[in-house]
């Protein structure tokens, strides 16, 4: 199977900094990876597919990218609202990754 | 407008059996997979298994084959998950959401509100 690993586990930022999330996976995958935004609560919300592809509504300070095994999940500029777990998840098996939960510093 | 509405939440013993629910709207029903994911307290998301309504073929798992069953009932655009004999363990929030596969991509679009199953003696 494949194993994705998501780091940092958890960060602290403040707002107006830039925010990176690493997902790797176990296996080269192309570019078959989502990302999630889970706020304490509520379910999780589809923010990015196709490593790269931002779905519609979501605001352009969110973006993906990378291939193969490495790819990369950025908050351009943190805001409050985007206190939240964010998870990778590679469409092969459906697995998630570990998630990272991001604080506000 | 797309909407998944899941069973409300349930306190159950150890070794009763559960059945949980998750109607689909404002979609046709047949035509998209329905997948469902666990949350244990405190803890990630965990892929279960998958369901295509439309001839109710099924994917699981691994880590969750055998141990619960996925089905569909389309006359009524409804999906479950059920236990036999539930554990302590298996406390947790399960979410229902609609898997999309189009144009060689795949993911979670429409999720349901969650549905808090509880076991304790």
């Known amino acids: 199977d494949i194993q994705m690993t998501q780091s940092p586990s958890s960060l602290s930022a403040s707002v107006g900094d830039r925010v990176t999330i690493t997902c790797q996976a176990s296996?080269?995958?192309?570019?078959?990876l989502n990302w999630y935004q889970q706020k304490p609560g509520k379910a999780p919300k589809l923010l990015i597919y196709?490593?790269?592809n931002l779905e519609t509504g979501v605001p352009s300070r969110f973006s993906g990218s990378g291939s193969g095994t490495d790819f990369t999940f950025t908050i351009s500029s943190l805001q409050p609202e985007d206190i939240a777990t964010y998870y990778c998840?590679?469409?092969?098996?459906?697995?998630f990754g570990g998630g990272t939960k991001v604080e506000i510093k | 407008e797309v909407q998944l509405v899941q069973s409300g939440a349930e306190v159950k013993k150890p070794g009763e059996s559960l059945k949980i629910s998750c109607k689909g709207s404002?979609?046709?029903?047949?035509?998209?997979?329905i997948g469902w994911v666990r949350q244990m307290p405190g803890k990630g998301l965990e892929w279960m298994g998958i369901?295509?309504?439309?001839?109710?073929?099924?994917r699981y798992s691994p880590s969750f084959q055998g141990q619960v069953t996925i089905s569909a009932d389309k006359s009524i655009s409804t999906a479950y998950l059920q236990w036999s004999s539930l554990k302590a363990s298996d406390t947790a929030m399960y979410y229902c959401?609609?898997?999309?596969?189009?144009?060689?991509?795949?993911?979670?679009?429409?999720w349901g509100q969650g549905t808090l199953v509880t076991v304790s003696s």
């Open positions: 404002g979609y046709s029903f047949t035509s998209y997979w």
């Open positions: 296996q080269d995958i192309s570019n078959y």
């Open positions: 369901i295509y309504p439309g001839d109710s073929d099924t």
């Open positions: 196709d490593a790269s």
């Open positions: 998840q590679q469409y092969d098996n459906l697995a």
């Open positions: 959401a609609r898997w999309v596969v189009v144009a060689g991509r795949a993911y979670f679009d429409y």
